[in-house]
């Protein structure tokens, strides 16, 4: 596959943080010509997010990228903690433990990655580029127009200032909270909105002693006021403090002057005369302070015509849960298989619609379950302050689309507990421990990024059908029959798929199961081949 330099593309991505990149980078190794733009000169300068769970690793580790990021973790790796108090050197109200959430195995073949945004957005966007993509920092979106069969796009080169049009067949929009391209479409969001604004500084302080040995990666305090957040940064020393101020009652981030911005940090840390030396977010800049949005909302549609919106363009929650940066990422991953799939004629454009029924409802609850933790984390103490069951909101959502063959009987409820896995469709599929030629891997090993086929040990019918659907359809299908070359040495896998061993799972591209038959089918061809087109939105065969 060849880049997209040129006038045209099959894919524009507008935006270059996690969720871009993430979408390029998912398309591009899926054999789709992309183009992304992003405004600023670089990726994110601060870390932003600074955590990504388990799920984002195991999209990443399907890519081939885990072990690289494990190589990017940062300092604060070794500093897995929360912790929650009046001020850093006052008396504890929580702490959270963010590793101890998840047992090794349990319900993941990997965990949660201690990686600033920043880092994991350069790691992503060199993979990017070395996949073809064609990234265009400091590059902006003029203007756009769908034409019903492509968009026509005008670019503008901040260096340069000259112009030139790019022609794509879709347009991914990732700009951001902002969302410039959702509201120009006329496009509105529902939710709480705007919770609150946040004056953020950095500053450098020997804070040891009041640390007391505790090593975490982000405090609440109380002080100077209720929802002030202490950060640990990347150099030994640096902090950055974020302390909220009322905008809607005319408080202004001009407010911050540099010695209120010095008495607050002392406030917060808990030593009236601290010495400390404020230090600006980038080397050379002359401004110290940022102002952060906190908001909750969710953008009414996901799509118009050939655009789509994702991450923080269509969703904003609040920076508990470590959930904004990582729902964007299942988002690109969710879009890009489709995207890919339509794009090589594999797919009917019906397939499209899908991403919008999927991924909303998700972000609804996700913007509910990041509220609570929010609140948990300003006001709860103790166990409350860890009431939420994050774990399950990560690897629990569960689809429901024209794309998921969803069984009779299946719950209502929008997440189910991965800890105990029931295999139904619209789930992710479960992990359980195999083994292969001497070596443990994973049954999401086994998915690694096209329809894959779950049989049990009985099921040769099913593995032989498979073969002959994907010969006849043109697409690609792993097929596997546990109990042939890979094996199943603790019989767990019958269990969590729900199927018995003459019966099958089909996986979807990005890891979520879209039919099972429990048993064997008196025409397994014929039933392979319907459900596969029918997730496909493809007709069915006279």
């Keep these: 596959m060849t880049g997209s330099r040129g006038d045209e593309t099959s894919v524009l991505v507008v935006g270059g943080g996690i969720t871009g990149l993430s979408a390029a980078f998912f398309l591009a190794r899926q054999g789709v010509r992309v183009t992304l733009v992003e405004r600023h000169p670089s990726t994110a300068i ?32 070794d500093m897995p903690e929360m912790i929650g108090g009046d001020t850093l050197a006052g008396d504890e109200r929580f702490r959270i433990n963010m590793l101890a959430q998840v047992h090794p195995g349990e319900i993941s073949p990997t965990d949660w990655a201690m990686i600033d945004q920043d ?9 990017a580029e070395s996949a073809g993509v064609d990234v265009r920092f400091a ?40 969302a410039g391209i959702r509201h120009q479409l006329g496009v509105e969001a529902d939710g709480p909105g705007v919770l609150g604004h946040a004056a953020h500084f950095l500053f450098d302080a020997d804070l040891d002693s009041v640390l007391r040995d505790r090593r975490f990666l ?20 640096r902090w950055m403090l974020g302390v909220p101020f009322q905008a809607d009652q005319g408080e202004s981030i001009d407010d ?52 789509f919106f994702a991450g923080d363009s269509a969703h904003v929650v609040p920076p508990t849960g470590s959930f904004g ?28 619609d899908t991403y919008e029924a999927e991924r909303h409802p998700v972000a609804q609850t996700t913007m509910e379950t990041a509220l609570k933790i929010l609140d948990a984390r300003h006001y709860a ?27 009779p009987g299946t719950p209502d409820a929008p997440v189910e507990n991965p800890r105990t896995p029931s295999g139904r469709p619209g789930l992710r599929a479960p992990h359980v421990w195999l083994e292969r030629a001497g070596s443990a891997l994973s049954t999401l090993d086994l998915c690694t990024g096209s329809f894959t086929v779950l049989a049990g040990p009985d099921g040769e019918e099913w593995t032989a059908a498979a073969e002959r659907v994907a010969a006849e359809l043109g697409i690609d299908l792993d097929v596997h029959r546990i109990g042939d070359d890979v094996q199943d040495q603790d019989k767990q896998f019958l269990k969590a798929y729900g199927i018995g061993a003459s019966g099958v799972s089909l996986v979807r591209p990005d890891g979520f199961v879209a039919w099972r038959a429990q048993e064997q089918a008196a025409d397994p061809v014929k039933e392979l081949r319907t459900v596969l087109r029918e997730i496909l939105a493809l007709p069915q065969a006279g």
């Design 46 to 77: 601060m870390p932003q997010a600074r955590a990504f769970n388990a799920r984002s690793l195991e999209i990443f580790r399907t890519f081939g990228l885990e072990e690289e990021i494990h190589q990017h973790l940062s300092i604060l790796a």
């Design 119 to 127: 880092e994991l957005e350069r790691v992503v966007r060199a993979n």
């Design 139 to 178: 590059t902006e979106l003029v203007s756009f127009e769908d034409d019903g069969k492509g968009i026509t796009a005008v670019l503008r080169d901040l260096g340069s200032e000259t112009e030139s049009s790019l022609r794509a067949e879709y347009l991914i929009a990732s700009d951001g909270n902002r």
């Design 218 to 237: 982000l405090a609440y305090f109380n002080q100077p006021k209720t929802g002030t957040v202490l950060v640990p940064l990347g150099q030994l020393g």
């Design 256 to 307: 911050f002057t540099e010695e209120r911005c010095i008495e607050l940090a002392r406030t917060a840390v808990g030593i009236p005369d601290l010495e400390l030396t404020l230090v600006p977010p980038v080397p050379g800049w002359s401004r110290m302070l940022m102002d952060v949005r906190i908001g909750a909302m969710v953008a009414r549609k996901y799509r118009v015509g050939r655009v």
């Design 325 to 352: 940066a990582n729902t964007g990422i299942a988002d690109a991953h969710n879009l890009a298989w489709k995207l890919a799939e339509v794009l090589h004629g594999h797919a009917g454009p019906e397939l499209l």
């Design 381 to 407: 103490e103790g166990d409350e302050a860890t009431r939420i069951d994050e774990v399950t909101m990560a690897h629990g959502y569960r689809y429901r689309s024209a794309a998921i063959r969803t069984e």
